[in-house]
């Protein structure tokens, strides 16, 4: 029996070693859940027979009887604690109960043995098929069924068919709980499944919408330099070292990457400039799996606030902190205490390379960008992938 307070655990445990998969959020939702009516349903069940099983009879027969089912429960909740051990702790006593109360036929009240016996037995046996897997369930519905046959064919002398029946209708009982429990969790697993594939599904088009945009912010770079470039080239008398440095310009932004950026690149301060920066970062390690296009985004971003703080904010120095709050999420802060502005009221043509190079880039590559900024407080340009 697991403990309920353990619940969680344990079903991530038995799904990710068992099955070789990951236990999704609703699943362990519905297990856990389950397994804490479960546990509620049996003591209330239990100690509530027990309790009405020694009315009408001497007092010391009362007191045994409820204080060896009080420290039975008492022993089965603590034993949820060890998941292997803990239907062996819980269906000993209760085959024990079923076996010797009807051979030693102590004194009880008003309840009859039997009728404590009936309701007993299938609340243990349906909980454990919530709170153990398939094998041990069975397991456990077996011998409580054998020690009910026993105590009632045998201790009793009603006859083989009584005992038959109970122990018949005890089984069909256990297999009636396995299956709801499987279905339930089956549906829960389902759900699961189509949340991960509508979030990779919503991924790969976040992807796609990068890729096209880099196509796009290709196509405007070849237009905006290179075609200008080349529009002089071919002007009558055209040349000059100018033209040169021109050209060799627009071809560096033809040449393809010397590598690919990674994670420990947002922690670098970018060369050249006049800032002062200032970079505390994370470890790489805990970033957890980043793709390159998000990366690219970040970085860029980050240089282009760099950028800003450099030409407007009236200051020499700026600070990039990079976090990882979970894996597969990064947070950039670049932050100065410039001039500072009000964002709300900057007009739509001003600072438009933020707007463009660092809001528009992050949303393309599926993240986010906010300014926080007030005049004589300085700026914070707060980068996240993915968004929030």
């Known amino acids: 029996m697991n403990d309920p307070h353990l619940s969680d655990s344990v079903c991530v445990r038995e799904g990710s070693l068992s099955n070789n998969r990951i236990t999704g959020p609703v699943e362990t939702s519905v297990r856990a859940g389950a397994a804490r009516l479960a546990v509620i349903a049996r003591v209330i069940v239990v100690v509530g027979c027990t309790v009405l099983l020694p009315v009408g009879a001497p007092v010391a027969s009362s007191v045994v009887i409820v204080g060896v089912v009080l420290v039975w429960q008492a022993v089965s909740l603590l034993a949820g604690r060890r998941p292997r051990w803990a239907a062996a702790v819980d269906v000993i006593p209760l085959a024990a109960a079923c076996v010797l ?26 909980v454990a098929q919530i709170l153990t897997r398939p094998w041990a369930g069975l397991g456990y519905a077996l011998v409580a069924a054998a020690a009910m046959w026993a105590g009632s064919s045998l201790a009793t002398g009603d006859g083989w068919d009584h005992g038959t029946t109970q122990a018949t209708m005890l089984l069909w009982q256990a297999g009636m709980a396995r299956a709801l429990i499987e279905l339930v969790v089956r549906n829960a697993r389902r759900v699961d499944e189509l949340t991960r594939a509508t979030a990779a599904a919503e991924r790969d088009a976040e992807l796609t919408t990068a890729r096209r945009a880099d196509v796009k912010e290709h196509l405007a770079v070849l237009h905006d330099t290179v075609a200008a470039t080349l529009t002089a080239a071919s002007a009558r008398g055209a040349g000059g070292p100018e033209l040169r440095r021109r050209a060799r310009s627009e071809l560096s932004l033809l040449e393809p990457a010397s590598r690919l950026v990674t994670v420990a690149d947002l922690g670098t301060p970018p060369d050249g400039g006049t800032l002062d920066v200032t970079v505390t970062a994370a470890p790489p390690d805990q970033a957890g799996t980043i793709p390159p296009y998000a990366v690219d985004a970040l970085l860029a971003a980050r240089d282009e606030a760099l950028r800003n703080v450099e030409r407007h904010a009236g200051t020499g120095r700026a600070a990039v902190t990079v976090r990882h709050p979970e894996p597969g999420v990064v947070e950039v802060d670049v932050t100065d205490d410039g001039c500072g502005f009000r964002p709300e009221e900057v007009p739509g043509g001003v600072h438009l390379g933020l707007r463009l190079s660092v809001e528009e880039r992050m949303r393309r590559a599926g993240g986010s960008a906010r300014v926080v900024s007030a005049p004589g407080h300085g700026t914070r340009i707060a980068l996240r992938w993915p968004a929030a």
């Open 101 to 126: 109360l009807p051979w030693l036929d102590p004194p009880h009240g008003y309840l009859d043995l039997e009728d404590w016996s009936r309701p007993v037995t299938s609340i243990c046996v349906g």
